[in-house]
């Protein structure tokens, strides 16, 4: 059994690593500093060095791995650690599954298939994850569920439950999407708000629920989310039943979002598999340790962001 660590208000004070962060354009395309940062963390990691890329900031950062490895003092030497849709992320204690890379510039970032990561699809119909029953202690999923169809979404937890060990933790991060709407919403009722803003606002919100809305005329999003009271999943419901290919995987464009996420469908989803319960948490606050590490996990867009840990 894993001793949970309730920590859910922590303060990023609190959680702090000494780390030295590197800000510059050439990180969110250099084919050369993922190399890199996959070549310290395998090589210097012992020797107290570390590094991970964040192609969302801009930043590469160094930190301390004699730090980071004082979070995992809760877990045997052989405990597993898994990340699911990995892209940038390497760490020497965990394991990495992601759907193969479809361009150059992903394809470094994944780095060499069966050493760095291990291609899977998590759409498939018949999806069954290499791994034993019950024998992963965390599982990081970071902006992944909603670029699976709902079904496959479904299963791919119930496998992930599967693997899970008793009191296992597994944490999601997926789009605000609800917020987004929001607000939209709050800018909507102000009449004097500058249009454009208005429309930025919408425009966004609606290219993060689905995809495939931003190929749609303004004036036609506009509409349906006045059909949906400018409510997200309403607005989802809607646009899907509109354009049913919107909510449908495509291999060659793995990254579109298809379909929608919240708190409550989440716990649904969850209590009806079996794990015991769902907790909303911030970044950095985890009811495990090594997730408090923000150098390494919750860099994805953290401000459209929100954050469940689901214990088996």
Not at 43 to 53: D, F, H, K, P
Request: some cysteine; glycine content about 4%; overall charge neutral.
């Amino acid at each position: 059994m894993i001793d949970l660590n309730f920590k859910f208000v922590a303060s990023h004070r609190d959680v702090y690593l000494p780390a030295f962060r590197i800000f510059s354009r050439r990180v969110s395309i250099s084919h050369l500093l993922p190399k890199v940062s996959r070549l310290i963390n395998r090589y210097l990691y012992r020797l107290g060095v570390a590094s991970c890329l964040n192609r969302y900031d801009n930043s590469f950062t160094v930190y301390s791995s004699r730090a980071d490895k004082k979070l995992y003092h809760g877990f045997g030497e052989n405990d597993l650690f898994i990340n699911f849709g990995s892209g940038a992320f390497f760490h020497n204690k965990w394991k990495n599954y992601d759907y193969p890379g479809q361009s150059i510039y992903y394809k470094c970032l994944q780095g060499a298939e069966s050493r760095d990561f291990y291609a899977i699809d998590l759409c498939a119909d018949s999806l069954v994850i290499p791994e034993k029953d019950a024998s992963v202690s965390l599982i990081y999923c970071s902006h992944t569920l909603e670029h699976l169809e709902e079904a496959s979404a479904k299963h791919f937890l119930k496998e992930c439950h599967r693997i899970l060990r008793p009191n296992g933790v597994m944490r999601i991060a997926l789009p605000n999407t609800r917020n987004d709407a929001y607000f939209y919403d709050c800018l909507s009722r102000q009449s004097k708000c500058v249009e454009e803003i208005k429309t930025n606002y919408l425009m966004s919100a609606a290219g993060h629920i689905l995809s495939d809305a931003k190929r749609i005329a303004k004036h036609e999003i506009e509409e349906l989310f006045r059909m949906a009271d400018n409510e997200s999943k309403r607005f989802f419901e809607i646009m899907k039943e509109k354009d049913k290919s919107a909510s449908k995987f495509d291999g060659s464009n793995p990254e579109r979002h298809i379909t929608y996420w919240d708190f409550e469908g989440l716990m649904a989803i969850a209590e009806k598999i079996g794990f015991k319960f769902l907790a909303p948490v911030y970044p950095g606050a985890s009811m495990a340790a090594p997730f408090t590490n923000i150098n390494v996990f919750d860099n994805t867009e953290p401000h459209q962001s929100f954050y469940a840990e689901i214990v088996k």
